[in-house]
T-cell receptor, first 115, second 114 residues
Framework: KAGVTQTPRYLIKTRGQQVTLSCSPI?????VSWYQQTPGQGLQFLFE???????NKGNFPGRFSGRQFSNSRSEMNVSTLELGDSALYLC??????????????FGQGTRLTVV | AQSVTQLGSHVSVSEGALVLLRCNYS??????LFWYVQYPNQGLQLLLK??????LVKGINGFEAEFKKSETSFHLTKPSAHMSDAAEYFC????????????FGKGTLLTVNP
């Protein structure tokens, strides 16, 4: 069974540009969450999608957005990139997000560098 | 609101020694707690989770953690460290018991010396 796949693994962008990151969850999983990991702030929750609907959102500016497709694949978009957006972006998928007997599986992440 | 504090950003042990990574939580409701491990350039892997079924939780790779409500702690232990345990460890608490919105601690980097 394939794991959570995030593409691309590495990305370099210029300030002011926008970027789209992709996450393919484990087959059958309908919940996808996104996290930002930085040395200063650690791991922070961005948002969560379930069946194409955003159900939860963290405390990030509106430049951060996402969506989920009917096949559960998810994308997140960051517009007007700032240097502080440089981070490892992690995606996690789960089959039953409200169930404690399930696990959130993480992808390897996309390392975004803004120059 | 929930929060997690991991005491010690860096812990160094010798191979074969006890591993103890500390985690304290703050929660207004009964918490659900998790420990994750992250190897360099990798995502997070779940080690174990506390969901109120038992206070002593056993996880993968010989790790275990004990939930102590009176101390608001969920420390991670392993009796004998192995070189392959070197990684960063994160304690997390969930909102409402779900596993899709986790609040993480800052992490503890574990170094294992030969």
């Amino acid at each position: 069974k394939a794991g959570v796949t995030q593409t691309p693994r590495y990305l370099i962008k210029t300030r002011g540009q926008q970027v789209t990151l992709s996450c393919s969850p484990i087959s059958g999983h309908r919940s996808v969450s996104w996290y930002q990991q930085t040395p200063g702030q650690g791991l922070q929750f961005l948002f969560e999608y379930f069946s194409e609907t955003q159900r939860n959102k963290g405390n990030f500016p509106g430049r951060f957005s996402g969506r989920q497709f009917s096949n559960s694949r998810s994308e997140m978009n960051v517009s007007t990139l700032e240097l502080g957006d440089s981070a490892l972006y992690l995606c996690a998928s789960s089959s039953d997000p409200g169930g404690l007997n399930t696990e959130a599986f993480f992808g390897q992440g996309t390392r975004l560098t803004v120059v | 609101a929930q929060s997690v504090t991991q005491l010690g950003s860096h812990v160094s042990v010798s191979e074969g020694a006890l591993v103890l990574l500390r985690c304290n939580y703050s929660s207004s409701v009964p918490p659900y707690l998790f420990w994750y491990v992250q190897y360099p350039n990798q995502g997070l892997q779940l080690l174990l989770k506390y969901t109120s079924a038992a206070t002593l939780v056993k996880g993968i790779n010989g790790f275990e953690a004990e939930f102590k409500k009176s101390e608001t702690s969920f420390h991670l232990t392993k009796p004998s460290a192995h070189m392959s345990d070197a990684a960063e460890y994160f304690c997390a608490v969930s909102v409402g018991g779900s596993n899709y919105k986790l609040t993480f601690g800052k992490g503890t980097l574990l170094t294992v010396n030969p």
